[in-house]
């Protein structure tokens, strides 16, 4: 064997095992709408795409549809046109900041605004025909214990709960995480503080999580980090752009670059392949079981 066949095996052996690598799935949630979750979602997925991950982000959050707004980006199509089997996923696609792609998520006041099992299936081709490679599919979830949530939730390789010090966000955050535990199985959570003046009170906050858990042996959280109080983030955002790209060296900024550095160290999901039809699958599994129990 020549030396050029051996060279062409082992690329053809890293090619293949490029292919396998999973999409890695992060789904951002809270329990209230005041979580500052968007705001995270998005400097979380530029972080991702400046270290040449590259980020899909999806806002599944049809109430509020704050990703294109917190980025004063106009769509003149959404999520909710993918789900009419209108337009393609590609067709409905704006281009972030430092190359994040992101699907607008539909006008709450649609009627089908929602993503359920239908609508789920509608998503199968939307994801197989979408022609830009993703690494990475951070959703930025509605708030609470919806039905939406709770799917996308359980279909997610990772679930990152961002908490408030605020009592009535705090017991938000508890409740969806016990909620996500007793419906939908799921035990492993990431916590991430947020709006917190220091180290020292990101860490009291875990605590008291913590001990609300105390007796659950089955539910484990781990910290992945904090995000810092700071007069930065509002800024940016009535600017209309990330505070990774308005302010990078801001106390938020640093901090949400310290996250991605996390999550490209977290393991990825063992799913079948390295596409995204595979999580919607898993979310329609997740769908029609409800449905068998609910019959």
């Not at 991950?53 to 704050?66: E, Q, S, V, W, Y």
């Not at 801001?250 to 595979?278: C, Q, Y």
């Amino acid at each position: 064997m020549q030396f050029a066949d051996i060279k062409l095996d082992q690329e053809k052996v890293a090619v293949q095992e490029a292919v396998q690598v999973p999409v890695q799935v992060i789904a951002i949630t809270g329990g209230d709408g005041m979580s500052g979750k968007s705001s995270i979602a998005v400097n979380l997925a530029q972080a991702l795409n400046m270290t040449g991950r590259r980020t899909l982000l999806l806002d599944a959050d049809p109430g509020m549809t704050n990703i294109h707004v917190l980025l004063g980006l106009e769509p003149e199509f959404t999520l909710f046109d993918v789900l009419n089997g209108n337009k393609t996923l590609d067709e409905v696609l704006l281009d972030g900041p430092s190359g994040v792609q992101i699907i607008p998520a539909a006008s709450g006041g649609r009627k089908h605004a929602g993503i359920g099992p239908w609508e789920c299936a509608g998503l199968v081709r939307a994801f197989s025909d979408i022609s830009s490679p993703v690494d990475t599919l951070i959703i930025d979830t509605a708030s609470g214990t919806g039905d939406c949530t709770i799917s996308l939730c359980r279909a997610a390789g990772e679930v990152v709960i961002v908490l408030c010090g605020d009592p009535e966000s705090f017991s938000s955050a508890v409740t969806l995480i016990e909620t996500l535990h007793q419906e939908s199985g799921i035990s492993r959570f990431r916590v991430l503080p947020s709006k917190v003046a220091s180290a020292s009170e990101a860490s009291e906050l875990f605590t008291m999580l913590l001990q609300r858990f105390s007796e659950n042996h089955e539910v484990v959280l781990s910290c992945c980090g904090f995000i810092p109080q700071d007069e930065n983030l509002g800024t940016a955002a009535s600017m209309c752009c990330s505070v990774i790209s308005a302010f990078p060296r801001s106390r938020s900024a640093m901090a949400l670059k310290n996250l991605a550095t996390r999550v490209m160290k977290w393991p990825r999901s063992g799913l079948p392949g390295g596409h995204l039809e595979f999580f919607v699958e898993r979310l329609i599994q997740n769908e029609n079981m409800d449905m068998e129990v609910r019959s």
